[in-house]
């Protein structure tokens, strides 16, 4: 089944929204794609929670996580913490960033 897609930025500019408080993304690991096609100069997006974990790989993980960690911090955002720390999942699933 085909559906259309828009990019994020394209369905809140239709919008006129340039604020958003929380956006929760879990895409089954397309997050950074998807991240990389927001306009942050011109979308102020306060609080994230952003999967990184499920990869199959703890190091995978790992890596994903020090990305999004770089991501978040050269746009000024500070990272809360890490959600849903587990035995099957040590690191967390989820991490979440805010710029309030």
Avoid: M
């Avoid at 089954?28 to 999967?51: K, Q």
Wanted: net charge negative; charged share 20%; with cysteine.
């Amino acid at each position: 089944i085909n559906k259309p897609c828009f990019p994020f930025a394209t369905i809140l500019k239709a919008l006129e929204w340039t604020i958003v408080d929380y956006f929760s993304l879990d895409v089954e690991g397309a997050e950074e794609a998807i991240l990389n096609t927001i306009p942050f100069n011109d979308i102020h997006i306060r609080v994230f929670t952003v999967e990184f974990a499920g990869s199959g790989s703890h190091k995978e993980d790992a890596l994903k996580l020090q990305r999004l960690r770089r991501f978040f911090a050269q746009r000024n955002y500070t990272e809360w913490g890490i959600l849903g720390k587990t035995q099957s999942f040590p690191l967390g699933l989820d991490v979440v960033f805010y710029n309030l």
